[in-house]
């Protein structure tokens, strides 16, 4: 048996390899944590700054709520409004930046959204006519719990700078270090948070306004079940209550791959979740195809407004005229599979609500003559459009064209002349 000996030069070289390598890694640890220190100090200045300009944010929310109590006119309304708003949208982005975040800090978070919707809903009303003595009511309740939050968060700067309190890291967090130490931002914002009062309900139509639904009327299971087999291709014994909301107003049912849901008011919405592999059909014979289909469930009339390809389906979305007005608050969208021409989607969800009644006082001449400055008047229809509490509003479409030829939608009053909404494309 032989040994194989290691030369004295090959020791060599295989010690100043490994130190060469060690002497590398070393350089490139050492580089590493530079930039670790570099990141770190980073995230803490981040936070800082974060929860610097949470505060600085929740003074401005409370000086500009506080301006609702002395705004006079509706100029002045119409701008405190949007300096709410634009405040509102400040504290809420500063406070998403903070490294942590709580089930308690909902609280602070709703208020400020709250606050925010509230002068966002009330801007266009508040230019008219000014503030009513509720609304700024609502503003002055707003504005002392803001300040309240305002106070808390500069007593807990003060700590910060003092060093009683410690800004979290979100470093250990990740890691899922256990924190000895108990005086973080973070306990002390959630212990206060915990013991803050829920904001005031106020009634207005926005997305967090108090007022209650009216009870949805229940739907009679033979009805809906009859309603549903003309879509689920079967009969109405065999289809299948897949689901049915608390109060009764809404029951799903099901065959096979189709799932309908129905409501007191008749057919809202149907789903197909079979796989469509192929496109054989024309866009032309797709919307024939669901003109056909949506005849058959008494669905006429309709105008197409816009289509849009999703894989091998069709989308379509229509609206009913009603007195010569195309109602674009009662939207029919439905999915037409392209390889045999079936609905494999319909919603019907936003064809009710309550008609909108005009006089029409606006007229179309009239119309035309109040097309904005540097738009190119294309053409003009009657609408409807669905205002902020839900009702339709009768309008003028101007459907025009801008200097670059793209296409701009203004929507007219037809009793007021007044704009009510403008879309772009």
Same mark, same amino acid.
């Given at each position: 048996?032989?040994?194989?000996?290691?030369?004295?030069?090959?020791?060599?070289?295989?010690?100043?390899?490994?130190?060469?390598?060690?002497?590398?890694?070393?350089?490139?640890?050492?580089v /590493?944590?530079?930039h670790?220190?570099?990141?770190?100090?980073?995230?803490?200045?981040?936070?800082?700054?974060?929860?610097e300009?949470?505060?600085?944010?929740?003074?401005?929310?409370?000086?500009?709520?506080q301006?609702?109590?002395?705004?006079?006119? &509706?100029?002045?309304?119409?701008?405190? /409004?949007?300096?709410?708003?634009?405040?509102?949208?400040r504290?809420?982005t500063?406070?998403?930046?903070?490294?942590?975040?709580?089930?308690?800090?909902? +609280? %602070?978070?709703?208020?400020?959204?709250?606050?925010?919707?509230?002068?966002?809903?009330?801007?266009?009303?508040?230019?008219?006519?000014?503030?009513?003595?509720?609304?700024?009511?609502?503003? !002055?309740?707003?504005?002392?719990?803001?300040?309240?939050?305002?106070?808390?968060?500069e007593?807990?700067?003060?700590?910060?700078?003092?060093? @009683?309190?410690?800004?979290?890291?979100?470093?250990? +967090?990740?890691?899922?270090?256990?924190?000895?130490?108990?005086a973080?931002l973070?306990?002390?914002?959630?212990d206060?948070?915990?013991? %803050?009062?829920?904001?005031?309900?106020?009634?207005?139509?926005?997305?967090?306004?108090?007022?209650?639904?009216?009870?949805?009327?229940?739907?009679? #299971? #033979?009805?809906?079940?009859?309603?549903?087999?003309?879509?689920?291709?079967?009969?109405?014994?065999?289809?299948?209550?897949?689901?049915?909301?608390?109060?009764?107003?809404?029951?799903?049912?099901?065959f096979?791959?189709?799932?309908?849901?129905?409501t007191a008011?008749?057919?809202?919405?149907?789903?197909?979740?079979?796989?469509?592999? #192929?496109?054989s059909?024309s866009?032309?014979?797709?919307?024939?195809a669901a003109?056909?289909?949506?005849?058959?469930?008494?669905?006429?009339?309709?105008?197409?407004?816009?289509?849009?390809?999703?894989?091998?389906c069709?989308?379509?979305?229509?609206? @009913?005229?009603?007195?010569?007005?195309?109602?674009?608050?009662?939207?029919?969208? !439905?999915? !037409?599979?392209?390889?045999?021409?079936?609905?494999?989607?319909?919603?019907?969800?936003?064809?009710?609500?309550?008609?909108?009644?005009?006089?029409?006082?606006?007229s #179309?001449w009239?119309?035309?003559?109040?097309?904005?400055p &540097?738009l190119?008047?294309?053409?003009?229809?009657?609408?409807t459009?669905?205002?902020?509490d839900?009702?339709?509003?009768? /309008?003028?479409?101007?459907?025009?064209?801008?200097?670059?030829?793209?296409? !701009?939608?203004?929507?007219l009053?037809?009793?007021? &002349? +007044?704009q009510?909404e403008?879309?772009?494309?």
């Open positions: 048996m032989f040994k194989h000996r290691i030369s004295r030069r090959a020791r060599v070289r295989i010690v100043s390899f490994s130190g060469a390598a060690l002497l590398a890694l070393s350089l490139f640890s050492a /590493c944590w530079g670790l220190r570099i990141y770190r100090r980073q995230t803490a200045v981040d936070a800082d700054r974060a929860f300009e949470t505060v600085n944010a929740l003074n401005d929310l409370s000086a500009s709520l301006k609702s109590r002395y705004a006079g006119d &509706g100029a002045m309304a119409a701008k405190v /409004c949007a300096e709410i708003y634009a405040d509102a949208g504290a809420g500063a406070l998403a930046a903070l490294p942590f975040s709580t089930v308690e800090m909902e +609280r %602070f978070k709703h208020f400020i959204s709250l606050s925010g919707d509230y002068a966002y809903t009330l801007c266009r009303e508040a230019a008219e006519q000014g503030f009513s003595d509720e609304q700024r009511g609502n503003m !002055v309740g707003l504005s002392e719990r803001a300040s309240e939050i305002a106070r808390e968060l007593a807990m700067r003060g700590e910060l700078r003092d060093g @009683a309190l410690t800004m979290d890291s979100r470093e250990a +967090r990740i890691a899922n270090i256990p924190e000895e130490e108990p973080y973070s306990a002390r914002m959630g206060w948070a915990a013991a %803050f009062p829920e904001p005031q309900p106020l009634e207005y139509h926005g997305q967090y306004s108090a007022q209650e639904e009216e009870a949805a009327e229940p739907v009679d #299971e #033979e009805e809906a079940r009859r309603i549903a087999a003309t879509l689920l291709d079967c009969e109405p014994e065999e289809a299948e209550l897949a689901a049915k909301t608390e109060d009764g107003g809404r029951l799903m049912l099901s096979g791959t189709r799932t309908v849901t129905v008011a008749g057919l809202e919405q149907m789903r197909d979740s079979r796989l469509i592999s #192929e496109s059909l866009h032309r014979e797709a919307r024939a003109e056909e289909a949506l005849r058959g469930l008494g669905i006429e009339g309709l105008r197409w407004e816009k289509s849009e390809r999703e894989g091998n069709l989308r379509l979305f229509g609206s @009913a005229e009603n007195d010569g007005a195309a109602g674009l608050d009662r939207e029919i969208a !439905v999915e !037409v599979a392209l390889d045999d021409g079936a609905i494999c989607s319909l919603d019907l969800s936003r064809t009710g609500g309550e008609t909108a009644e005009s006089g029409w006082a606006l #179309e009239k119309a035309m003559d109040l097309t904005p &540097g190119l008047l294309q053409r003009t229809r009657k609408v459009l669905a205002g902020a839900g009702r339709s509003i009768a /309008c003028w479409e101007l459907r025009c064209l801008d200097e670059r030829g793209g296409t !701009v939608r203004v929507y009053n037809a009793d007021s &002349g +007044r009510e403008i879309l772009i494309g």
